[in-house]
């Protein structure tokens, strides 16, 4: 069994970063990936970055450019540095592992592991 546990709550205002971090503990394979969800009141739960142990990055269309996924192996944690922040960002943030490489679509079915949250909130 992983577990996945996350850290770096933060609130800012329009145009600031933040970064949050997780990391994966229990049974790593070799192929382990993980990633980064996120979810607005009253929205469905959406995929932002993945990352893996082959070095594939991908991202979500709306934070390209904004948002950077980053892993380390060794430890198996996982950053993701966010700039530019805009209030439609604000969101809880999950974060997700499994043990395959990224998925082609970044959608929830796709991660086996999961962890508690922690609250992103950008003010304008």
């Known amino acids: 069994q992983v577990q996945v546990v996350e850290s770096g709550v933060g609130s800012v205002q329009a145009g600031g970063s933040l970064r949050v971090s997780c990391v994966a503990s229990?049974?790593?394979?070799?192929?382990?990936?993980m990633g980064w969800f996120r979810q607005a009141p009253g929205k469905q739960r959406e995929g932002v970055a993945c990352t893996g142990s082959d070095g594939m990055t991908s991202y979500a269309d709306s934070v390209k450019g904004r948002f950077t996924i980053s892993k380390e192996n060794a430890k198996n944690t996982l950053d993701l540095q966010m700039n530019s922040l805009q209030p439609e960002d604000t969101a809880m943030y999950y974060c997700a592992a499994r043990d395959l490489p990224c998925p082609r679509e970044l959608v929830e079915s796709r991660f086996d592991y999961w962890g508690q949250g922690t609250q992103v909130t950008v003010s304008s």
């Open positions: 229990g049974y790593i394979g070799a192929r382990f990936s």
